[in-house]
């Protein structure tokens, strides 16, 4: 898409999220490891969640090709049909980075219950699902927004890319 300034998303990702060594992380719409590989570098355990086979086995394969197969695992479902059940199934994860298409996360967010992580980075391609799913983030599931910006994928469009933030006792 724009290698440069998904390097600058990474960065900004990575800084909000601060993965530490013995956490466990999870990737949501992992594609093909864009965050989970840094995630994995900084020490954490990630598990990458994608709904396409033919994605988790090349993120798996990038995993293996960067020497980071020991901290990462990948898994097969469908997010937009996450319940409470399906999302408790996975484990406890300390922090979660979620980063949807343009339809939003909306039944993942629905679906982590009160044994979700303490920390949610939301990187969207649609400021109208974030917004969506922000509100029940906060109204719903008990987290606090801490704040967004904005990061400039597609020059020369009127798409942006958006960071937020959220944080749970």
Do not use: W
């Not at 990702?13 to 594609?31: N, T, V």
């Not at 629905?110 to 920390?119: E, M, Q, T, V, Y």
């Not at 983030?137 to 020369?156: D, E, H, K």
Request: proline fraction near 5%.
């Amino acid at each position: 898409v724009n290698p440069g300034i998904n390097q600058v998303l990474i960065r900004r990702a990575m800084g909000l999220l601060d993965p530490q060594p013995g956490e466990r992380i999870a990737d949501m719409f992992c594609g093909l490891g864009n965050f989970t590989l840094p995630i994995a570098r900084l020490g954490a355990d990630v598990v990458g969640i994608e709904g396409s086979q033919a994605l988790v086995e090349r993120a798996a394969q990038n995993a293996a090709a960067n020497g980071l197969s020991e901290r990462t695992s990948f898994g097969v479902a469908n997010l937009f049909e996450a319940t409470e059940e399906s999302i408790a199934a996975l484990g406890h994860f300390d922090k979660m980075l979620i980063d949807p298409p343009r339809e939003g996360a909306l039944e993942l967010v629905k679906s982590l219950g009160a044994n979700g992580p303490r920390r949610i980075v939301y990187v969207s391609c649609s400021p109208a699902t974030l917004a969506r799913d922000t509100a029940i983030l906060t109204s719903q599931q008990g987290y606090r927004f801490r704040g967004a910006g904005v990061v400039n994928m597609f020059p020369n469009t009127s798409h942006v890319e958006s960071i937020a933030l959220f944080d749970k006792d």
